[in-house]
């Protein structure tokens, strides 16, 4: 497996979950830990923006889990995009983790993207 596919992505799509009971302001410091500078906008009951990825992937080499993305951007391909959900609270923290039914809800980002 080739990990060149996450390399030459520069832009994407996040919707994150904003829920009742959420500090709007809390919600997008963890997005700016891994989405700098995006400019979200709250679009029915979601943070919504088109991200620029360079942060993100660095934080995936720091993190040591390039691979466990791209097999889970693999596994969820829809057309010529696909999606992975991240932890709101790993993000809070500055680190990517795979948000697994967190009930706070989830950072869901979008790329483009074809199996290899």
């Known amino acids: 497996m080739t990990f060149d596919r996450l390399n030459s992505l520069k832009i994407g799509k996040v919707k994150a979950d904003l829920k009742p009971t959420e500090h709007k302001s809390r919600v997008l410091e963890a997005l700016d830990n891994l989405f700098p500078s995006a400019g979200f906008e709250e679009k029915e009951g979601n943070l919504v923006a088109e991200v620029e990825l360079s942060r993100f992937k660095e934080l995936l080499e720091?993190?040591?889990?390039r691979p466990t993305v791209e097999a889970v951007l693999d596994e969820n391909i829809s057309d010529d995009e696909s999606h992975i959900d991240l932890n709101k609270i790993a993000a809070s923290a500055?680190?990517?983790?795979?948000?697994?039914?967190?009930?706070?809800?989830?950072?869901?980002?979008?790329?483009?993207?074809?199996?290899?």
């Open 62 to 65: 720091k993190e040591k889990i």
């Open 94 to 116: 500055g680190r990517v983790a795979i948000d697994e039914g967190s009930p706070i809800g989830k950072i869901r980002l979008y790329v483009p993207w074809k199996k290899a």
